[in-house]
Structure formats: C-alpha cells, structure tokens
C-alpha cells in the first residue's frame, strides 16, 4: 500500500473517528436523558418514530447515491455530468417517499401526536435524503471532514439544546421538534459544503436519464430496501406487537451495541472509494488493504463482545438506571452479533464497490426474509431477547454467505 494512501485513508478515518466519538457520546448523552426522564415507555415511543419513517424511507432513493458515489470515485469528472440528473431524480423520490409515509401514518394504531410527529419526522427526511448526495459526493472526493464537521454540530445542538428542552418540558413533542431544527442545519451545511466539488449545482429533470440511472443502480436500491427492513424491522415489529415498553427495553439494549459500531462505519467509510479504485488499478494494494481491514475488524468486534456480556449490568446501570434493568439480558444476547456486525459492512461494502452487487442484493434479501420470520416467530414468545436472537442469526449467516463471495 502506497504512503500517499496510507496517509490519505489515515487522515479521512481521523476525520470521521474524532467526529463519531464527540457525536456518540452526544448522542448517548441525549438518550439518557430522555430515558432517565419519560422511562422505557418514552424511549419506545421516540425510537418507533424514527425507525418507522427510516422504514418507510424505502422510495429515497433506488440506490442512486451508492452508484453516484462509485461512479465519482472512479472519475471525479463524472460529478458533473452525473450530479444535476441525480438531484431531479431525488427530489422527485423524495416527494412521493413523503405521500406514502403520508398515507401509511393514517392507519396506524398510535395517538393522533404521535402521527403529527410522524409526519413531521418525515418531512425533514425528505432534505436529508436530498442532501446525502452532497455527502457522496464528498466521500468519492475521499474528504470525510465536512461531513464530520456537520454530524458534530448537530449532535451539540440536540444534546444542548434538546436536552434543554427535554429536562423543561418533561415531554416527547418539543423534544422531536428541537430534534429537527438540528438536522435541518445539518442538512444545510452538507449542501453548502458538498457544492464545493462541483463547478455549479443544477438540476435537471430529465426522464430519459433517470431511467439509465435507475437501470444501473437498482441493485444498490434492492441492497438498501433488504437493509433497511433487516436494521428497522426489530423495532417496528416490537413495538406493534408488544408495545412501547418492550421496545423501550430493547432500543436501551440496542443502543449501547450501536456505540461500537462507530468502528466499521469508519473502516468503510474510509475503504469503500480506495477499493472502488484500487479494483480497477492496483489489485495487489486492495488485497493489503482488504487484509489489514478485516484482521482490524475481527480482533475488535471480539474485544467489543466481550467488553458487552461482562460489563452489559453496569453499562445499564451507569447509563440508564435501574428501570432499565430488564435490557441486561438483552444486550448479552446482542453482544454476539457485534464481530459479525463489522465483518458484514466490509463485505457490503467490497461487494458492492467491485461490481458485485447482484450477489450482495441476494445476500441481504435472504437474511433481510429471515429477519423478518425471525423476529415474528421469536418475538411473539421472547418479546425483546428473541428480537436480539433474531439479529444474532441473521448477522451470523449474512457473514457466512460474504465470506464464500469475497474474492480480492
């Protein structure tokens, strides 16, 4: 591996780590002052709102921004003739993405303030989802800093200013509000600072191009789709048939498991536009870079698992109290999920950057149904531990079927 990429990928995963830590510990410090003041059912209530309209975020996108970035990664000069096609086609999914939350919200069996908040949620999303690809744009750029710059001053804003607010008003509603104003500034800087990497941001709505783009990043679509119900599913489920309470139970555990996955989102982050590249230039340097990423990977998801089965009663304790007690269990449960949880997002992203998509799509869509069966069988019987067991297998088999694919 060259020094200049050495450096490269050193500096980004900088970046991104200094900005992952300050905005997890934020982000940790929010949840547990919204645990510690509405309790389980609270927290329940708060993460079906998100995971829902996460859930429902499958129209977004059709894997447009993971072929835009590849694309841009390989030739920086694509930015421009691909960039202004892709923001018409955004903002148009992004519109008909917001009907269906829309629509879907009426039906469902939660107070009328909670589906206010839904919607609310939900219109935000559609400038996040538009302003990812300023983000995409950036990481095929390899610059991770303005991202890092942005997610951090968002997560100041929510634990200073929501948590203010929560601490005052002791309630859900002003909370999510003081949420959103947070990531409409992040939002904005992401397109103020992503328009930098292009001449002039346009738009163009084109149909002819969309339908190219969308032949060649429907695979991406299907990988997200299968994602998305894979990482949502848990929650939503919990929550429609046990109720906020076992949900709240389960989000606590969940959310000490995800402070770790800082570790792959960085490698990946870092990796994926370098292995994009080297695929097509230098296969010996990917096969290093492939090498060193997974012995990184391996010794730190087993170091996280068992960091989490010994000390998952403190974490609990220390973070959330003793209402949250129930989640010790759960979050042992879960701690075997965590060496194939960073294994996983590797081989995602090795797949889908060498062209492999076809074969990644199918992998996700087979774990992603059996996460779905999983949690129906497991969590009418266990409630939030067959929820985590569910994600225990899945995980496992998912890293199985990537190893017989991965080829470098």
Same mark, same amino acid.
């Given at each position: ?26 982000? $940790? ?7 510690? @003041? ?7 209530? $708060? ?5 829902? +309209? ?5 129209f977004s996108d059709f894997g447009i921004s993971y072929y835009f ?52 949620? !939900? ?50 509603? =002003? ?6 104003? !947070? /990531? ?6 992401r397109i103020k600072w992503g328009s930098k990497f292009v001449k002039?941001?346009?738009? /163009? ?13 429907y695979p991406f679509w299907l990988i997200g789709l299968f994602t998305?119900?894979?990482?949502? @599913? ?19 555990? /969940? @959310? ?7 570790? =792959?989102?960085? +490698? ?22 492939? %090498? ?8 730190? !998801? ?6 989490? *089965? ?18 010790? =269990? ?8 965590? =060496? *194939? ?14 062209? %492999? ?7 996700? !869509?087979? @774990?992603?149904?059996?996460?779905? +069966?999983?949690? /129906? ?32």
């Amino acid at each position: 591996m060259s020094e200049s990429l050495k450096l490269k990928l050193i500096k980004n995963a900088a970046w991104l780590f200094g900005a992952e830590i300050i905005s997890k510990l934020l982000a $940790y410090g929010v949840i547990v002052i919204l645990s510690r @003041t509405l309790g389980p059912e609270g927290l329940g209530q $708060y993460s079906f709102i998100f995971y829902y +309209v996460g859930l429902l975020g499958i129209f977004s996108d059709f894997g447009i921004s993971y072929y835009f970035m590849r694309e841009v990664a390989r030739d920086k000069s694509k930015a421009e003739e691909l960039l202004p096609d892709v923001l018409g086609l955004k903002i148009v999914l992004a519109l008909i993405n917001f009907g269906v939350i829309a629509v879907l919200t009426l039906f469902l069996p939660k107070p009328r303030w909670m589906k206010v908040l839904i919607l609310l949620v !939900g219109a935000e999303a559609m400038f996040m989802w538009i302003s990812y690809m300023f983000v995409n744009l950036m990481y095929a750029h390899e610059v991770t800093k303005y991202e890092a710059i942005a997610r951090t001053i968002e997560r100041v804003w929510a634990f200073f200013v929501g948590g203010t607010i929560l601490y005052l008003y002791r309630s859900l509603s =002003p909370f999510i509000i003081a949420l959103l104003v !947070g /990531y409409m500034i992040r939002e904005s800087l992401r397109i103020k600072w992503g328009s930098k990497f292009v001449k002039k941001v346009r738009i /163009y709505f084109r149909l002819k191009n969309w339908v190219f783009l969308l032949r060649k990043s429907y695979p991406f679509w299907l990988i997200g789709l299968f994602t998305l119900i894979y990482y949502r @599913t848990d929650m939503v489920m919990l929550s429609l048939m046990k109720g906020d309470y076992e949900t709240g139970i389960y989000r606590a555990a /969940y @959310t000490l498991i995800e402070v770790s996955l800082f570790v =792959p989102n960085i +490698v990946v982050s870092t990796t994926m536009p370098s292995i994009a590249r080297l695929w097509k230039e230098d296969k010996r340097t990917l096969n290093i870079l492939m %090498k060193k990423s997974i012995q990184i990977l391996v010794g730190l !998801g087993a170091l996280a698992l068992a960091g989490y *089965f010994v000390f998952a009663r403190l974490g609990i304790l220390i973070v959330f109290g003793e209402k949250f007690l129930p989640s010790v =269990p759960v979050l042992r449960v879960l701690a075997f999920a965590v =060496p *194939f949880m960073f294994l996983n997002s590797l081989f995602g992203s090795f797949l889908n950057a060498t062209e %492999k998509e076809g074969v990644f799509t199918k992998i996700t !869509g087979l @774990t992603a149904l059996l996460n779905v +069966v999983l949690n /129906y069988l497991l969590i009418m019987n266990l409630g939030a531990k067959g929820a985590a067991t569910a994600t225990i297998i899945s995980q496992g088999i998912a890293t199985v079927l990537s190893v017989l694919e991965v080829n470098y």
